[in-house]
């Protein structure tokens, strides 16, 4: 692999080593916007937090509290301290991070990046399986985790690494050994780490259609770049403005919405461990949010709670986004009769970091996914990869400042990159006016109320259970929740079919990966539809496959 041009300040040296070969790299564009000119070293922690380090601005709103900026300048700098000091974290060390939202995850995230770490957040419903292969695939000694979830967390990094890693804990009282204690002897003050612009900040992990989880590299400079671009010139934020949402610091969405983009604005952001419809309006009305960030599903049951017969005041929201999945045309008209409110819809990806599609309020059509966000290039492609007429169906394709690095991953690597663009896997039609509409998958992942399910993933699941012999999971066609996960059955010869046995192996699904994942419908088949070569033919299952008798 040809080295990148500038030094880099990484000790451990992982992640560059096994990024992707240059020529499997798409194109970036940083000319397109004056704000994207970054200096050669950069630590995009540091540059977001450091200048308001003698703010007593709020930055952080909690139930029952609030952190100034002051004061989360001070928790970042010790708990990089602790980093570095105590647990002996070196620039390029990965560190894992595994708790609900709260003002310490965030603290972390920043305290990772600014020792010149690579943070890897993982979102609390994952399980032991789960979190084993993203250490193992990234090579994590370290975890911080909030004490709630511990066991679990200490059992995947000892699977994974042995007794060679550490599990540090957090919010469960200042006990010896935590963070907080660790912490609370430390000063003030942390001088950020020499990283290079291109050094990497964080992996992100997304499901793959394979089944496996694909570590994504984003390095310093992408960081600021999607706080430069999406809401700068469609959200248009200020400092005044109070920053709330739905989706985990785990998910790009979510650490952009939520942290990375008040931060850049110096505005605050509201932080709720339990993020249900209720939770979520409860917590605008009482700390006045003015931006709110969430999915599809959930803003069809907030427009229901939030309505003329609703209980809750959402007088001070201004802005409300919306991504994950499509958002239909008629969730949009009907939250806009509920609340008045034009919901921002977009596309991003765990790939690209954050969205690169979406449109300003005073330029929204209603079912349509928007314009290219400035910064960034798009277009409608043919499997050629050439550009197709305004208004037939193709590929979308993307390329920005921001863009596809898998971790050691060089085939996943070259089905999303073409030709130096991003190929998002998504089938998208673009009208004579620019505004690009969402026209369904193009592989084999099911967007379910937000979340990416790779179906394999869950089949892999259900072969484990002694009463399935094959089993083929798609997404279906929902109202509510865009796609169910849909398995179709063939059971073992001594397993007879039933509500208990739906009941048994969704629960053994449950128990093995996140919950969130589990099909929610289960139809027992004769047989599987199949090529003569033995391949699953999941398209005929989602058309509705009907088995011979």
């Known amino acids: 692999m040809s080295p990148l041009h500038e030094p880099t300040g990484h000790l451990d040296t992982f992640c560059r080593d096994f990024l992707p070969p240059r020529e499997l790299w798409p194109r970036f564009h940083y000319d397109a916007l004056p704000e994207l000119a970054y200096p050669p070293r950069l630590n995009c922690a540091a540059e977001l937090l450091d200048h308001r380090r003698d703010s007593e601005r709020t930055a952080i709103l909690f139930p029952g509290g609030r952190w100034s900026y002051r004061e989360l300048h001070v928790a970042v700098n010790r708990v990089a301290r602790v980093l570095v000091e105590d647990l002996g974290v070196v620039p390029g060390n990965r560190v894992l991070l595994r708790s609900p939202n709260t003002p310490l995850l965030a603290a972390c995230w920043l305290a990772v990046v600014k020792a010149g770490g690579v943070v890897v957040c993982t979102m609390p419903m994952l399980r032991r399986r789960e979190l084993s292969y993203i250490a193992g695939k990234a090579r994590i000694r370290l975890a911080l985790t909030d004490a709630r979830l511990a066991p679990e967390c200490e059992e995947a990094m000892h699977a994974a690494g042995g007794e060679t890693t550490r599990v540090v804990r957090f919010q469960g009282g200042a006990g010896e050994g935590s963070l907080e204690a660790l912490m609370s002897a430390k000063p003030a003050d942390f001088a950020p780490s020499d990283t290079a612009a291109d050094d990497v900040a964080a992996i992100l992990f997304t499901s793959g259609t394979t089944g496996q989880a694909k570590g994504t590299l984003h390095f310093h400079r992408d960081v600021l770049a999607v706080t430069d671009c999406f809401p700068r010139y469609v959200l248009r934020p200020t400092a005044d403005d109070i920053f709330c949402g739905s989706p985990s610091l785990a998910f790009a969405y979510g650490i952009g919405g939520l942290l990375l983009f008040p931060l850049r604005f110096g505005a605050t952001t509201l932080l709720l461990e339990q993020v ?53 045309a008629a969730t949009w008209e009907a939250f806009r009769k509920a609340t008045g409110l034009r919901i921002i819809d977009g596309i991003g990806s765990t790939e690209m970091l954050h969205q690169f599609i979406s449109s300003a309020e005073g330029d929204i059509r209603p079912g349509a996914t928007g314009k290219v966000v400035p910064g960034y290039q798009a277009k409608v492609v043919d499997e050629n990869g050439e550009e197709v007429p305004r208004g037939e169906v193709g590929r979308l394709a993307v390329c920005g400042p921001t863009g596809c690095r898998y971790l050691d991953d060089p085939e996943r690597q070259q089905g999303y990159v073409q030709n130096g663009w991003n190929l998002t896997g998504d089938a998208y039609r673009q009208d004579a006016d620019g505004y690009f509409w969402y026209q369904a998958r193009t592989d084999d992942m099911i967007v379910s109320s937000g979340h990416n399910i790779a ?80 391949k699953l033919q999941r398209f005929r299952l989602r058309q509705g496959f009907a088995p011979p008798a």
């Open 455 to 534: 179906g394999p993933e869950v089949e892999g699941v259900l072969l484990e259970h002694p009463k399935v012999r094959e089993c083929g999971v798609v997404g279906i066609p929902d109202e509510e929740r865009g796609q169910l996960v849909k398995a179709f059955i063939v059971l073992s010869p001594d397993a007879e079919p039933g509500e208990a046995t739906v009941k048994e192996l969704q629960d053994f699904v449950k128990a093995q990966i996140a919950p969130y994942k589990y099909p929610r419908q289960i139809e027992f088949v004769a047989s599987l539809p199949r090529t003569e070569t033995g």
């Open 276 to 328: 249900t419809p209720p939770h979520l309006l409860q917590g605008i009305q009482d700390h006045r949010a003015t931006i709110c960030f969430s999915v599809p599903a959930a803003f069809r049951v907030l427009t229901g709670l939030a309505g003329p017969a609703g209980n809750y005041d959402l007088s001070s929201l201004r802005r409300c986004i919306s991504a994950g999945e499509t958002l239909p």
